[in-house]
T-cell receptor
Framework: NAGVTQTPKFQVLKTGQSMTLQCAQD?????MSWYRQDPGMGLRLIHY???????DQGEVPNGYNVSRSTTEDFPLRLLSAAPSQTSVYFC?????????????FGPGTRLTVL | GQQLNQSPQSMFIQEGEDVSMNCTSS?????WLWYKQDPGEGPVLLIA?????ELTSNGRLTAQFGITRKDSFLNISASIPSDVGIYFC?????????FGTGTRLKVLA
């Protein structure tokens, strides 16, 4: 199993550009989520999904869109990048989002918005 | 957004010393989790706690789920150089995980 994979590893954007961060898992997990990590802020939940076709907002959803057309993939879209979105983005998955199931994290995407 | 209060923010310790860090919340959680993050990587789960008052060990790590369900602590005994990293607590609600701000640990040989 590859676990949770994320692409790209690094990305530089100009203000106003759009892009999609890719996330995929091969563990047949129902629950997937996106976090951003800023210095001294820990990880903050952006969006999550409890299964294909079902998504919901986390703590900091503004400026980001998600969709979940398959169990395996959960892309994160930045429609119009802003410097405040400079961060490290982590995707995670777990078997379900209820009770306790271990979350597995991807290696992260480091995004800089100029 | 909601975040958990984690302390201390950073620690410098000598190899062989014990370490203690804690996490508090204004909200109740059903599950408390402790993660470690190495530079350039995603967090990795260390310990999961499911019941108030539960004390769980994983090798040199010991963690407790507070009786009020609003706090947790993590102890590392006899620290070694590879313990260096950032330690995060997290509380699990319904479909959402809330993370602490992290404790950055440096071990001096």
């Amino acid at each position: 199993n590859a676990g949770v994979t994320q692409t790209p590893k690094f990305q530089v954007l100009k203000t106003g550009q759009s892009m999609t961060l890719q996330c995929a898992q091969d563990m047949n997990h129902e629950y997937m989520s996106w976090y951003r990590q800023d210095p001294g802020m820990g990880l903050r939940l952006i969006h999550y999904s409890v299964g294909a076709g079902i998504t919901d907002q986390g703590e900091v959803p503004n400026g980001y869109n998600v969709s979940r057309s398959t169990t395996e993939d959960f892309p994160l879209r930045l429609l119009s990048a802003a410097p405040s979105q400079t961060s490290v983005y982590f995707c995670a998955s777990s078997l379900t989002g209820l009770g306790y199931n271990e979350q597995f994290f991807g290696p992260g995407t480091r995004l800089t918005v100029l | 957004g909601q975040q958990l209060n984690q302390s201390p923010q950073s620690m410098f310790i000598q190899e062989g010393e014990d370490v203690s860090m804690n996490c508090t919340s204004s909200s109740i959680f059903n599950t408390w989790l402790w993660y470690k993050q190495d530079p350039g990587e995603g967090p990795v789960l260390l310990i999961a706690l499911y019941k108030a008052g539960e004390l769980t060990s994983n090798g040199r790590l010991t963690a407790q789920f507070g009786i009020t369900r609003k706090d947790s602590f993590l102890n590392i005994s006899a620290s070694i150089p590879s313990d260096v990293g950032i330690y995060f607590c997290a509380g699990q609600g319904t479909y959402k995980y809330i993370f602490g701000t992290g404790t950055r640990l440096k071990v001096l040989a």
